[in-house]
């Protein structure tokens, strides 16, 4: 049980911290994620071996972050989760891709070694830049930009409610393996003989779970469209924030600033 609670805790917990009351989560929500945008299509299009080039990259999530009074230590643990994906993805390159690359005193350094390791930095990258995001907005104002910005309200509605609904369904779930692990006594894990029964019994759960949430947002005017307060329009700040952040990224990404670390 203390388990699920704390998977409960660490799904929401950088949803709690936009909440703060630092000049950046004053910030336009537009500003943030035009920001975020242009951050992830520069990090994004980097190419295969600009290792070094990416570096420079790391100083936005850091900077922003400690500006925010947000420990970077919180995002980075929630971002690695995605490395292993991008480890088993980008694995091969160094099979295929012997070429080497530069070399480390009498070690050679290969192509594939070297997109593996830009291919986990650009992901560990973006990953952090979401992140940033979350931890700095609300969801409901991200998502409200979303539908502002034109984006087919079926598609927010849905984002919404699968991220709303997980809590619910772990809390649901945790509620089962506590109810079992009391009838079991002193019987560790679930067993295969009785899995499939509870699973039955979660998506039940569930489904009663789910009406009566969709109930009682129906009773406090929920009509497909969640209402949302109006946004303020862009202040000097965000427009500052909005070029602080955009034009020295674009002009990193174009080469248009001399870089400290070579280019390969």
């Known amino acids: 049980m203390t388990d699920f ?16 009351g630092s000049w950046l ?4 929500p537009l500003a943030k994620m035009l920001v975020t945008a242009c951050y992830l ?7 295969r071996y600009a290792f070094f080039a990416l570096a420079p990259y790391v100083f936005y999530p850091v900077v922003l972050l400690a500006l925010a009074d947000i420990p970077f230590s919180l995002v980075a643990k929630r971002a690695a989760v995605a490395l292993p994906f991008c480890l088993f993805a980008g694995i091969s390159n160094l099979y295929f891709d012997r070429t080497p690359a530069f070399w480390l005193g009498p070690v050679a350094v290969s192509g594939g070694a070297l997109s593996l390791a830009t291919i986990l930095l650009r992901v560990f990258l973006c990953v952090c830049a979401v992140l940033a995001l979350v ?18 309200w079926l598609v927010v509605s849905l984002f919404e409610m699968v991220y709303r609904y997980l809590g619910t369904l772990l809390e649901e779930a945790a509620d089962l393996r506590t109810a079992y692990r009391l009838r079991r006594g002193a019987q560790k894990g679930i067993s295969l003989r009785d ?43 965000d427009w500052a924030f ?15 600033v001399p870089l400290l670390f070579p280019h390969h």
């Open 195 to 237: 899995s499939g029964c509870l699973i039955g019994q979660l998506l039940l759960r569930s489904f009663d779970r789910a009406a009566r949430i969709y109930d009682a947002m129906k009773c406090r005017g929920y009509a497909g469209q969640m209402p949302h307060r109006a946004v303020r329009p862009f202040s000097a700040r």
């Open 5 to 20: 609670r704390s998977k409960i805790y660490e799904l929401y917990s950088l949803e709690q911290l936009s909440g703060g």
């Open 242 to 256: 909005l070029l602080a952040c955009c034009v020295p990224t674009a002009a990193l990404r174009l080469g248009f």
């Open 25 to 28: 989560h004053r910030i336009h």
């Open 135 to 152: 931890a700095l907005t609300p969801l409901a104002q991200l998502t409200g930009q979303l539908r502002r910005l034109h984006v087919p």
């Open 41 to 47: 299509l520069c990090v994004a299009s980097t190419g």
